[in-house]
């Protein structure tokens, strides 16, 4: 083994931890719609000279510096309210309920300590890590990208569906969001190695069965680890008991038996470990590095054309399929589903788009307080990677079932899922928000996230989106009720017949002018 571009090669067969990073998607998209983006891309900063072949709206250089991993784990894990219950105590954390939302500065030292540790894993042999799975949840999603990014390898997301639709490997039926369904995890083949990620250890119960099924359906677990574990909810006995010999590890260890909650023990050879990346000669380098300011500044239009064909092409081919009951047209995308598995540099790429739609990173900063997304599918690691460019702290909706009565929730109705409630913590009187999402479809998400929003007393600036359905009357649905709202999305398509095609922009018959229909009105 030896460590290279930030992951684990295997010197025989190239399996990595890393391995991945440097592979393109393949893709077929006609010259036409093509043309039009590279016109997008040339003609929409105002800022951009036409004789220049750099863009000038990337200007401001940023350091971004990682914090010392046990002031970290303090910050977030030690002296927070517990509210005691009959049937279990609760603590509302930054991590899990984004109370106060996270700085991603935080969240990318908890990823460099998972990296840390994984790399010292006996277990990995000459095999390497073929893909990585979580939870799309919480902070499920972040913290599995972010360790993406730094190794380069894919992922999957855990996700629900209503009943009826289909998947691949069945974790358990559970209410979800509208009551009835089932969690899937997708994307894996036979015999592929793999490490489950979470942000916080409880009862065990999710880990458990989500480690279950992989195995039952042939995938090697080689480990877990966990950002936190709650030392009363006997988490780590649940999973040592279920799998004896599974490695399990947690950076730090909390309790939850008092008032507030406290520190019981840091993992110091996690620490250590860190330490020594972080300090090393020369220094840990990201197999998916973020871009500076700098970097963004020396991208010329051909290599943002790339990055917007590299979008385009996730959404473009896919299948389409009615879920039971259902006439909603349904495909699953790498970014929302994990079939194929999640490359980093996909997410990457549409991060960078969207940041370059709003105006750059600059722009960005001076006009956005909070970002803002959903736990749910490809939110969480959007959100991350856009907080990473810019600084801006985020916060994650998460879904429930109109059964569940806890907190403060709007209500939604998603053309997919059926009716829920959205939660949303961490939005402050007169924050300014921005909201990132893997696609508007129906708008129904939006339209909880744009209320909650407005409900906590923040204002809502913009909304950006790696992907539109143009077809399923999301962005009329907005406009109706907010008409001033600024929406931009990486690319479009249409779903109908058998799979999904480009839809060109000059042909969006729905809302505001797309800012490539703006670009080609010269």
Known sequence: MKQTMGGWVSIVKRKTWGGHG?????????????????????????????????LSIYCMSTTRRRGD????????????????????????????DFVPPVDPGDLMTLCEAFHAHISSMPRLGDGGVDALVGIASRSGGPLVHGVATISGVPYSLANWYPEGSQGHIAVGHDAGFSGSGVTYLNGLKVGQRVIFLDDCLRSGKTACG??????????????AVFAAELHERGGRECLEREF????????????????????????????????????????LT???????????????????????????????????????????????FTLTDFDPLLQPQLVEAMADCLLYLFGGPDLFRASIDI?????????????????NRTGVRFTLANWFSDCTDVGSATNAYVGYAGQGKIFLNGIAKGARAYVIDDMLSSGGTCEALFKGIEAAGGVLVAAGFASEKVNTGGRGRLLKQWPDARLHSACYFISQGDRTEAHGPTENPVGNPTPLQLAGKR
Request: some cysteine; aromatic content about 8%.
């Open 22 to 54: 440097g592979e393109r998607l393949a893709f077929s998209v006609t010259q036409s719609v093509l043309l039009r983006i590279y016109h997008s891309v040339a003609k929409v900063a105002a800022c951009a000279s036409p004789q220049a072949k750099t």
């Open 69 to 96: 991993l046990r002031e970290v784990l303090y910050r977030l894990f030690d002296g927070l309210n517990v509210t005691h219950g009959q049937a279990t105590d609760y603590v509302a954390m930054p991590l899990t």
């Open 210 to 223: 989500l480690i279950r099924a992989a195995r039952d359906n042939g995938i090697v677990v080689l480990g």
């Open 244 to 283: 004896p010999g599974l490695p399990v590890a947690s950076l730090c260890c909390f309790s939850s038996a008092a008032a507030k909650t406290h520190m019981v023990s840091v993992n110091e050879d996690i620490v250590n470990a860190t330490l020594r990346i972080q300090r090393a000669a020369p220094p």
């Open 286 to 332: 990201y197999a998916v590095p973020v871009p500076t300011d700098d970097d963004m500044g020396r991208w010329t239009d051909a290599a943002l054309l790339r990055k917007f064909e590299l979008v385009l092409a996730a959404f473009v081919g896919v299948p389409i399929y009615r879920a039971d009951n259902s006439e909603y047209p349904y495909s699953n």
């Open 371 to 387: 970002i803002v997304s959903e736990a749910d599918r490809g939110g969480g690691p959007l959100a991350l990677a856009m907080a």
